[in-house]
């Protein structure tokens, strides 16, 4: 079946305005992920969703990022008010069973380009 | 916190060759699970060998293995026969059983096959 896709692939914008990044988890996965990965540097978790809910947004840094997720499928990161600190690419992640020995797919990511 | 540390940024070996790549991770939970991810430049992490905390015996996949020292909290993976493409960036994670299930990443080794 089809994997977890990411849109845009690649999304330039300007300081200071703000962008909308789409995951598409894999049907049937209850639980989805937002990691970012910056220049150099492992993946750092952002937000975690089971369903709709998100019960843990401790790794957002600032609170010009929110995410949302409907129908307990299609999430979107927002980031308001971008800075170039946040340039950096953003990987969304789907899994059956949140927490299980199941593997955790992983969707292409979007890369944000701040200027 | 958990944390995970991976101090070769950068791996070569000759085609053909065995390479290993060294992970360390700091928890004190007894029960988690631990995974090696490969991302090539197309940036599509893709899983290559998991294990489970609670069982001794080293995961093995076809030319990837690993070693794993619970008491010492290493996660090493050994790649055999080494091909052109196993160049990418390899990720060493560790996932708590149960709750969320985020996976906390280390930085990353690059590695390089020679032909």
């Known amino acids: 079946g089809a994997g977890v896709s990411q849109s845009p692939s690649n999304k330039v914008t300007e300081k200071g305005k703000d962008v909308e990044l789409r995951c598409d988890p894999i049907?049937?996965?209850?639980?989805l992920y937002w990691y970012r990965q910056s220049l150099g540097q492992g993946l750092e978790f952002l937000i975690y969703?089971?369903?709709?809910?998100?019960?843990?947004k401790s790794g957002l840094p600032s609170d010009r990022f929110s995410a949302e997720r409907t129908g307990g499928s299609v999430s979107t990161l927002t980031i308001q008010r971008t800075q170039q600190e946040d340039s950096a690419v953003y990987l969304c992640?789907?899994?059956?069973?949140?927490?299980?020995?199941?593997?955790?797919?992983f969707g292409p990511g979007t890369r944000l380009t701040v200027l | 916190a958990q944390t995970v540390t991976q101090s070769q940024p950068e791996m070569s070996v000759q085609e053909a060759e065995t390479v290993t790549l060294s992970c360390t991770y700091d928890t004190s939970e007894s029960d988690y699970y631990l995974f090696w991810y490969k991302q090539p430049p197309s940036r599509q992490m893709i899983l290559v060998i998991r294990q489970e905390a609670y069982k001794q015996q080293n995961a093995t996949e076809n030319r990837f293995s690993v070693n794993f020292q619970k008491a010492a909290k290493s996660f090493s993976l050994k790649i055999s026969d080494s091909q052109l493409g196993d160049a990418a960036m390899y990720f060493c994670a560790y996932r708590s059983r149960g709750s969320q299930g985020n996976l906390i990443f280390g930085k990353g080794t690059k590695l390089s096959v020679k032909p």
């Open positions: 992640a789907s899994i059956e069973v949140a927490g299980s020995y199941n593997e955790q797919f």
């Open positions: 969703f089971q369903g709709n809910s998100a019960p843990d």
């Open positions: 049907s049937g996965h209850t639980a």
